[in-house]
């Protein structure tokens, strides 16, 4: 190699004085140029100028299959078979090749196992210093896997649009009379313009006259011979080596042609100062668009082509002789990186390739793939390294995104499914297969019509296709079935993909299971249903007991006295026990409506569910099997007993029906917490601690169309006469009034399975009992103000106070209420008041009187409040409530409980 900073120095000396190089210094030249050779990964081929070979590289070697000992000497022709492409042939190829000098183009090559490969070949004919023809050298380069991707290649318009930004040379793409397409940043920026301004732009009206007129011969040349055009121009004191190449559609008309310009002014002034042998090399490496790079013993640069320095923005002069580790590797690695080529370089074994980054002068960081040959002297030792390496940057990003986007893929939460022009399956991901129950091969090449459950009309997917072929996203639902069968909602979005001619390739359909969420929507639908039905049943029943109250006080009061007959005795217990009845059923409705009137106490679930199993092992048919399955010593909840106990016998006599030929019925308790909304069965109740009451049986089960009104009051599929249709509303409302929830699955001839829910109670609270007291109470005298505003109502409770030796007065609500307890010399020592009233209702009537201090005990009476509301330990001033239609010893007992209270 000749010395860099001497061939400065020769340069300024007259011609005379230039030094003739030694032998060795010229065999060294030449041993070094034959590394480099060998080096690169492009068949090499130097001939005479009758095209007989004079050198064969490896890669020559290895990409036709003959050694180079075979062939030195042979007529090229021989032994690599030529064939062109297009309009070419070896006539008119040799003649241009003969004219210019040189000659590069697509070829078709014969191996020597008769592969035909596709070469793409740069031939320049070398001169002497007087210009004299000497021989003939090509680099032929084998593209026969691109020739097969080309079509592929075509897609990655984006990617190029990027690359195109990145080269620092003028880059763009134009139609045949001049209107520039695609522009890079770099011919923007000599016209000061914006890449995207000069789109549409003529770019021979952006030059000069002269310039534009040299420009639109060698484009018109380009065009008529379908072939690249290269040609020198110069503007100013400034020289540019321009390439304009036809581009061709699939049809083989020229629609474009791309257009690239580079200033060579600096790299001629360098040209023109290296010696013949240095020019040949520089030939060789300038042709391929590469590294070339070659360096001592001590990592110092020796040589660098043009490409890299093109990467990289350094000048030549401020390189070569600079350590490469030092200048072009990231500080991070240096010392790393050194190390090893220092062990590499001592035993002369170097990495085939190798990738490594380095950084370019304005600090960004390349990615390069390295090709490594070592260079020996005379003596057989490393004198230095040749690299050849190629930018792999770009590259590597686009495989990394694309390693990115196909796990993000992969690993989706949701279904993605792609499918050509036709709707046939491309693609889907696993979530895909675990949704549907289909394997990847059994998707891929079907049609979605595979999932079709029937339940969508024709006219739902013509619109859908109306939709996506059209251009524009498709939104909505679909009620599918998996491979089992099984239907499945799904929401989906599908869009179609565009090319970048805007043309749809495909279409994209990302799809998410909905089936739970449909599920809970429809329970929420139901149960507002059921809500709306239970406020309309709560006011009829209200009504019902002002009545009820009436009859059965009156009833009660009659039966009581003297003047009653035996023969109407009989009478009388039938209008008490009817108006009993009566307000059983009114009671049902206000289970249902979440309305009736709670005694709810801490209570351990088991031993009542315990007590009820024996009761019902004496009552069942014996053609009943009954079992009670737990694992855990105590259930603790706060509710009611007898709701609880209603609740059980009722689904077990639902259940005791459903079997008459016999079966099982399994009771189960069990405790069930909830980390979040979805690991709750129904899917409504919210994390925390839950007790889960089950009643299972084996017997006929319900079918799919009455499920969703089992829980409706009076729906009954039970003949006239067995039965109310108020059973399961009213289980449904008291689980609701109890803070919990239920849930049923079921099975025509399978069986049904229902689940209740009830909040779990950390702390059991003994609750006593208020001791029982024989015989009606009386009292004496007391005086005591009855709020009520219903007269009928009003009026029964005024006889049966007077009857119980009370003196009663009487308001219809509780503004006159408070006008009776305004008047300082009253006597009233208890107040037995409605709630719901005009006016002032009777939870406002406690509330004013608290606020004032009163003392008086105040007893409430309904059967139409929320359990909430009648908790007597969050109501200030309430002694106790009483449900209506109430009883005659229920009303005696608890005035006499309050009266003791103020005693």
Excluded at 410 to 418: G, W
Excluded at 810 to 818: P, Q, V
Aim: proline share 4%; charged share 25%.
């Amino acid at each position: 190699m000749i010395d860099e900073k001497n061939n400065h120095a020769s340069a300024k000396k007259n011609n005379s004085s230039i030094q003739t190089p030694t032998f060795n210094e010229i065999k060294n030249q030449l041993l070094q140029h034959q590394a480099i050779i060998n080096s690169v990964s492009d068949a090499i081929i130097t001939t005479d100028l009758a095209y007989n070979i004079q050198t064969w590289n490896k890669a020559a070697e290895k990409i036709y299959g003959w050694a180079a000992h075979e062939v030195i000497g042979n007529s090229m022709g021989e032994i690599v078979p030529t064939g062109y492409l297009g309009n070419d042939n070896a006539e008119n190829v040799n003649a241009l090749f003969q004219k210019q000098g040189f000659w590069q183009g697509d070829v078709i090559q014969t191996t020597r196992t008769g592969e035909n490969l596709f070469i793409h070949a740069s031939v320049n004919l070398i001169v002497d210093t007087n210009n004299n023809p000497t021989s003939v050298v090509a680099v032929n380069r084998d593209i026969t896997d691109f020739k097969k991707n080309e079509r592929a290649l075509q897609n990655c318009e984006n990617q190029s649009r990027t690359l195109i930004n990145a080269v620092n040379h003028t880059l763009f793409l134009m139609k045949p009379d001049g209107t520039i397409m695609i522009s890079n940043e770099a011919l923007a920026g000599q016209f000061s313009k914006s890449a995207n301004e000069l789109v549409g732009a003529n770019v021979f009206d952006l030059l000069p006259d002269e310039v534009a007129n040299h420009r639109r011969k060698f484009a018109k040349k380009a065009i008529e011979r379908g072939k690249t055009s290269f040609f020198v121009d110069k503007r100013a004191d400034r020289e540019f080596e321009n390439q304009i190449r036809p581009l061709k559609n699939d049809v083989g008309d020229i629609t474009h042609l791309a257009v690239f310009s580079q200033d060579i002014t600096e790299k001629n002034k360098i040209k023109r100062a290296l010696k013949r042998s240095e020019q040949q090399f520089r030939t060789v490496l300038e042709t391929v668009q590469m590294i070339g790079l070659m360096l001592d013993a001590e990592g110092n640069i020796t040589f660098c082509n043009d490409y890299l320095l093109s990467l990289t923005n350094w000048q030549r002069e401020e390189v070569i002789g600079q350590n490469w580790f030092n200048t072009f590797l990231p500080t991070k690695v240096q010392a790393g990186v050194s190390r090893i080529f220092q062990k590499t370089f001592e035993s002369g074994e170097f990495p085939p390739y190798y990738e490594n980054k380095i950084i370019t002068r304005d600090g960004k960081e390349r990615l390069i793939g390295w090709n490594n040959t070592a260079l020996w002297d005379n003596n057989g030792r490393v004198i230095g390294v040749t690299s050849i390496g190629q930018d792999i940057t770009e590259q590597r990003q686009k495989e990394d995104e694309l390693r990115r986007l196909t796990r993000a893929i992969e690993q989706s939460p949701v279904s993605v499914m792609v499918t050509d022009l036709k709707g046939n399956i491309e693609y889907v991901n696993p979530k895909f297969t675990e949704v549907t129950g289909y394997t990847y091969a059994e998707a891929v090449g079907n049609n979605p019509r595979m999932l079709n459950s029937g339940e969508q009309d024709e006219q739902f997917y013509l619109e859908l296709w109306n939709t996506i072929s059209s251009g524009q996203s498709w939104h909505g639902e679909f009620l599918n079935k998996r491979k089992n069968g099984e239907p499945f909602w799904e929401a989906a979005s599908i869009s179609p993909n565009f090319d970048t001619n805007g043309r749809i390739t495909s279409y994209v359909a990302v799809k998410e299971e909905i089936t739970e969420q449909r599920k809970m929507q429809d329970r929420l639908r139901q149960q507002e249903r059921l809500a709306a039905v239970g406020q309309l049943a709560a006011g009829i029943a209200h009504d019902f007991n002002n009545i009820l109250t009436v009859i059965l006080l009156y009833g009660e009061l009659l039966q009581k006295s003297p003047e009653l007959t035996s023969k109407q005795q009989p009478k009388v217990q039938t209008i008490i026990k009817q108006s009993q009845r009566a307000t059983e059923l009114i009671e049902q409705i206000l289970d249902f409506s979440h309305q009736s009137v709670l005694k709810r106490e801490a209570l351990d679930l088991l031993p009542l569910v315990q007590d009820m199993v024996k009761m019902l092992e004496r009552t069942l048919p014996e053609n009943l099997r009954l079992q009670l399955n737990y694992h855990e010593k105590q259930f603790p909840i706060l509710a009611d007993r007898t709701r609880m106990q209603q609740v059980l016998m009722n689904l077990c006599v639902n259940a005791r029906d459903s079997m008459p030929n016999g079966g099982s019925l399994e009771i189960g308790l069990a405790s069930h917490s909830i980390v979040n909304n979805a690991d709750s069965p129904p899917h409504l109740l919210p994390p925390g601690d839950w007790i889960k009451l089950s009643v299972e049986d084996t017997g006929s089960g319900i079918d799919e169309d009455v499920l969703p009104h089992i829980f409706e009051p009076f729906f009954t599929t039970k003949a006239p006469g067995h039965g109310n249709g108020l059973g399961l509303a009213q289980v449904y409302g008291i689980i609701k009034q109890h803070d919990g929830d239920i849930d049923v699955t079921s099975q025509p001839n399978a069986g049904t399975q229902f689940s209740i829910f009830l909040p779990l109670l950390h702390s059991m609270h003994d609750n006593p009992n208020l001791p029982t007291q024989k015989g009606l109470p009386r009292g004496q005298g007391e005086t005591i103000l009855i709020v009520e505003d219903d007269r009928m109502t009003r009026q029964s409770l005024v006889d049966t106070l007077e009857h119980l030796n009370y003196t009663p007065i009487s308001a219809e609500n509780g503004r006159i209420a408070l006008d009776r307890l305004d008047k300082p010399d009253h006597s009233i020592q208890l107040i037995l008041s409605d709630v719901v009233m005009p006016e002032i209702g009777g939870i406002a009537l406690l509330k004013i009187l608290h606020s004032r201090g009163n003392t008086i005990p105040i007893i409430l009476i309904t059967g139409h409040l929320l359990s909430d509301e009648l908790d007597v330990s969050k109501m200030k001033g309430l002694h106790s409530f009483i449900s209506k239609p109430p009883k005659l010893e229920v009303i005696a007992e608890t005035i006499q409980s309050a009266l003791k209270t103020v005693s």
